[in-house]
């Protein structure tokens, strides 16, 4: 089963943390010059709001991330020797730097650069970072083509956020290469804000798409390098989601409920 990859994940972590740094990372930022210093970025967000036993007046994705950090249910923070956060939501922001140590607030590939060889020292390899970045365009063509086929939205679902945690990217795309389907035009995409706190209502019906808080966009594109990363990762801005959990600082209307809240 396709969930077992992060199951599976959790153990291999901790194996690799004795061999090279592990960051766990929050947000979209650009973990292709992350991997590119041989540092393993892990996407750590809450999913599951059955570990929340106590609330913290967050939005369903906060809740849980805080909880499996208390509760020391989640092996990649286990693992992690550093925590990187985006700037996107302020609530965010601050509730990792409030629960989480050490932690850096990401702003712009510049300066993440500037942060990784200073803390890793180690310098930043180009050539090494361009190779990562045409992995990760194979993986986002990929993706984009299960997209766009006719197996179910909840296993295209599956598969855009279980096989991030095939952490070596050749095997990943060895992966995802062998998906058998067939193309399909059409398809139902809904763009959400907290990704996490509701995609259980919805991952049956349609194709989900985290371009807000969490979730990572996935682009067909010629570009590699920084002009990759720079096309990848443009924030939507002026854009909402269509459908949003209650308690969101930053999107006030078209609230739903998560089942797992008063």
Not at 136 to 160: F, G, W
Not at 216 to 231: A, C, K, L, P
Request: aromatic share 16%; proline share 5%; charged share 30%.
């Amino acid at each position: 089963m396709i969930e077992n990859l992060r199951r599976e994940a959790y153990p291999a972590a901790i194996y690799k943390s004795r061999e090279m740094p592990v960051v766990s990372y929050f947000g979209h930022i650009p973990w292709e010059i992350i991997y590119s210093f041989d540092v393993l970025p892990i996407r750590a967000y809450g999913i599951d709001y059955y570990v929340v036993e106590e609330e913290h007046s967050l939005c369903s994705m906060l809740n849980s991330t805080v909880e499996y950090l208390r509760r020391d249910k989640c092996p990649f923070m286990y693992a992690s020797s550093y925590f990187i956060v985006d700037d996107y939501c302020p609530l965010r922001t601050q509730v990792i730097q409030e629960h989480f140590d050490p932690v850096y607030v990401y702003q712009d590939p510049d300066r993440l650069i500037n942060f990784l060889e200073d803390t890793f020292e180690k310098e930043f390899d180009e050539e090494q970072f361009i190779q990562v970045t045409e992995k990760s365009a194979r993986i986002s063509e990929l993706l984009v083509d299960i997209q766009y086929s006719n197996l179910p939205p909840s296993d295209i679902n599956k598969y855009q956020y279980f096989t991030q945690y095939i952490f070596d990217l050749d095997e990943r795309i060895q992966y995802l290469e062998s998906v058998e389907f067939q193309k399909k035009k059409d398809q139902n995409f809904i763009e959400l804000g907290q990704i996490a706190g509701i995609f259980q209502h919805f991952d049956q019906e349609v194709i989900l798409e985290g371009r807000f808080c969490e979730g990572e966009s996935h682009i067909v594109t010629e570009s590699r390098g920084f002009n990759f990363i720079q096309e990848k990762y443009q924030r939507p801005v002026g854009q909402q989601p269509k459908f949003n959990v209650n308690r969101c600082e930053l999107f006030k209307e078209n609230y739903l409920k998560y089942e797992g809240e008063d």
